[in-house]
């Protein structure tokens, strides 16, 4: 018989009279939501709070936001490995990534970008609530899609990073010929060129791709500025990064 430790015991019957909590209101505030209907909202037995202090970090939403080829995707992968030496728990949620499965059904007329956005802003706040630091990397081209996401993610949990590339870069850049295509005229919609990107007015952070001297920021450094951002505001939870 499998033998459970005296502490892990002592847990569990602390944890036993959850049940009658959670769902002694159990047909209380059941509603409608979209359309779903007949739904109720659970709070978890165990607050975001101690999830935190339990991975010793702080969950929040890293939003990388910027044009095709800006290099968003370049600075979320360097970030998440610099955190991963630190040994901080991240996810990473990719545009391209995402299409392959959760986002496969849609395309990229205005109504599917929003639906696009809506649902990695849900899923990247799950994983927020959960202690994660969770890195965001979509072109998200329309203001109001993200600030959606920003509320939703409540206060100090969504942190946005305006990758201001020129799109003569990203033209320059193109890693999949997408820009090559659109002046072309055979991809219709692409952000940039035929359809718009509103710009963050007050993002927490603005990355350049030239530095004042004249030379290109480096991915590394780059991520470097958002790992001071995260340190300086508490995400990090006392530990002390080194750099590049």
């Not at 430790?5 to 209101?25: A, D, P, Y």
């Not at 979320?76 to 059904?105: F, P, S, V, Y």
């Not at 991809?187 to 509103?198: M, N, Q, R, S, V």
């Amino acid at each position: 018989m499998l033998q459970v430790s005296r502490s892990l015991r002592s847990t569990l019957r602390c944890c036993s009279g959850v049940e009658k909590v959670f769902f002694v209101s159990q047909y209380s505030s059941v509603k409608d939501v979209g359309l779903s209907t007949n739904i109720k909202w659970h709070e978890g037995a165990v607050s975001t709070e101690t999830k935190e202090n339990n991975l010793n970090q702080k969950g929040c939403i890293v939003w990388f936001t910027g044009l095709s080829g800006s290099g968003k995707s370049t600075v979320a992968c360097t970030l998440e490995h610099a955190l991963a030496d630190i040994g901080k728990a991240t996810a990473l949620l990719d545009g391209d990534n995402i299409r392959h499965g959760l986002n496969n059904n849609l395309g990229f007329s205005a109504a599917d970008r929003m639906e696009n956005i809506r649902r990695i802003g849900e899923v990247s706040k799950l994983f927020s609530e959960n202690g994660i630091i969770t890195l965001v990397s979509f072109i998200s081209p329309y203001k109001n899609d993200r600030d959606k996401v920003r509320k939703a993610a409540g206060p100090g949990k969504f942190i946005e990073v305006f990758m201001k590339v020129p799109i003569a870069i990203c033209e320059e850049r193109d890693p999949k010929g997408l820009y090559k295509k659109a002046r072309a005229g055979l991809l219709k919609g692409f952000t940039g060129i035929d359809d718009p990107y509103e710009e963050p007015e007050a993002p927490e952070l603005t990355l350049e791709a030239v530095k004042p001297n004249g030379e290109r920021a480096r991915p590394e450094e780059q991520a470097m500025e958002i790992l001071a951002y995260l340190e300086n505001n508490g995400y990090l939870k006392g530990n002390s990064i080194k750099k590049c």
